[in-house]
């Protein structure tokens, strides 16, 4: 009975686990296993990402090698998944003059000066946040506890942005997609499992009070982000998603740190 339980659990973070990483492991595909959407791990996927790419914080070396190092690693871990959908969102939404040019370059595998420009602004930022953020934290085993909960959480909420945007836009596409096969509307449940990492990581990163008023300031964010998505292309696809989750690292790694200054 305790299998039956858990088994579409397991089985729907698997599938999230090989969608989402280059972490290799075998995956039934077939319809007729039980599976709960495996988007809705996405955040957990955040916190597997994290913790493996934390591996830095166990030398003593300077902040800033250790920021990159997290970075690379986490970056090499999903394949540029993220990456990649905001270079190719911004290609599109900012150099198409329609919705169907903005979809059809976002389908355009070719990199383009927007996408050339966000990801080196974005790579850099977050490399000078992460290092700042590590600087800031106490050398100590409680600090490492801090840092450790803190790069977590920023995976973990950053991973919540894209399921949001899912959740309240249409999806939109030209053509065929990978990324149609992950498209879901989360149930009640399915967000419970969804938010539930968000909660456990965060009340370590953050005291309860920064952490209500990160995740506030995250819907506002994601709030944005969407009125943008309405106005440019009607709804959301694959990249966007990526985009999304991109801006949503970024801002966490912002809000840690004005809540550890």
Known sequence: MKGVLVGPYWQGFKRSLV??????????????????PAVCFLPWIGLVVALLSAWPLWFD???????????????????????????????????GWDKEQRLA??????????????????????WLLLTELLDSIP??????????????????????????????????????????SMIAKLTSSHWLVALLPCL????????????????LFCLVVVALMRFYLRKKIAGFNGDTLGASEQ???????????????
Not at 105 to 120: E, P, Q, T, V
Not at 247 to 261: A, N
Request: charged content about 15%; hydrophobic content about 55%.
């Open 19 to 36: 969608t989402y990483t280059r972490i290799p492991l075998k995956v039934d595909w077939s319809d007729e296993i039980k599976h709960i």
């Open 247 to 261: 801006i949503g690292e970024i801002f966490v790694i912002v809000c840690l740190l004005v809540s550890y200054s």
């Open 139 to 180: 050398n100590s085993f409680l600090g490492f506890i801090y840092t450790l909960s803190a790069w977590c959480v920023v995976h973990v909420i950053a991973r919540v942005f894209p399921l949001l945007l899912m959740h309240t836009l249409d999806y939109v596409t030209m053509g065929q997609s990978k990324a149609s």
């Open 200 to 215: 456990l990581v965060g009340i370590v990163a953050f005291s309860l009070f920064d952490l209500l008023v990160t995740l």
């Open 61 to 95: 070396w300077s902040s800033a090698l250790q920021a990159l190092l997290m970075l690379l690693t986490a970056v090499l871990l999903t394949g540029g998944f993220h990456e990649d959908g905001l270079m190719d969102s911004c290609d599109g939404l900012v150099g």
């Open 105 to 126: 370059i976002m389908k355009d595998s070719r990199i383009g000066s927007y996408a050339a420009l966000s990801i080196w602004f974005a790579l850099s930022l977050k």
